[in-house]
């Protein structure tokens, strides 16, 4: 048995590299992935088109990554982990409350696509490159587990927000905080799409900026309540 591993060992694994070595193959394995997942889409690539654009072996991108969800989830992981990080941080304090932390994070993920291009590629790829099919199982999870905990981060924020009194009881702090990562989602593809459309910082920051003021507490005492709120209400909605 041993020595049969043996003998197959190089088969599978390349040479022995430095730390240095290996980190700069991987990141050249997901360079190409990026570049050949934009033009061709995800399904239309396979891993030996991500090798050869590479310049390493078939084995050598599956010494790093175990399948093309693997691969494809750490090039999601290069640039959005910042944001999950940023997201997950998000602490108000007397110099900034909940609602101007919250809306410099929002305003900070739509200056980063705006002006990062490795950002706004991938993105582009994981909205508009992507089938959720056979082993891409795994992106499918690990997209909803991404939305799940933004709106997590959201939801704490509008909390925090709302037992401060600066925003009103209506909507739930969890029904805004869907309604908020709904609108940003939608103002990053739209843009994606057709870029000279609009211009992403402005448009979208000044749509954040009134969907924050609608839920201001000052606005319900002011306004009173909706109309057929409580009809609403008993829908469910």
């Not at 940023?86 to 101007?100: D, K, Q, R, V, Y």
Request: charged content about 25%; hydrophobic content about 40%; aromatic content about 4%.
């Amino acid at each position: 048995m041993y020595i049969e591993s043996t003998l197959r060992q190089p088969e599978t694994q390349p040479v022995r590299k430095t730390k240095a070595e290996a980190l700069a193959t991987r990141s050249g394995i997901l360079d190409a992935a990026e570049r050949l997942f934009q033009t061709h889409g995800v399904s239309g690539t396979s891993l030996q088109d991500i090798a050869a654009a590479a310049g390493v072996t078939r084995g050598a991108v599956y010494w790093h990554f175990k399948d093309k969800g693997d691969l494809f989830n750490a090039m999601m992981s290069r640039v959005c982990l910042p944001m999950e990080e940023a997201a997950a941080g998000m602490t108000p304090s007397a110099a900034s409350p909940p609602l101007e932390t919250l809306r410099a994070h929002l305003r900070g993920i739509l200056e980063r696509v705006a002006a990062d291009e490795q950002v706004r590629r991938v993105f582009q790829i994981a909205t508009q490159k992507v089938e959720y099919v056979d082993e891409l199982n795994a992106v499918r999870d690990r997209h909803l587990q991404m939305r799940r905990e933004h709106i997590a981060a959201l939801e704490r924020l509008l909390r925090e927000a709302r037992a401060s009194g600066a925003i009103a009881a209506e909507p739930t702090p969890r029904h805004a905080a869907i309604g908020l990562h709904a609108l940003l989602d939608g103002l990053l593809q739209n843009w994606m799409l057709d870029p000279d459309g609009f211009a992403l910082r402005a448009v979208g920051g000044r749509a954040i900026d009134l969907y924050l003021a609608g839920l201001d507490a000052g606005l319900e005492s002011r306004c009173g309540t909706p109309p057929r709120a409580g009809r609403a209400k008993r829908r469910g909605e």
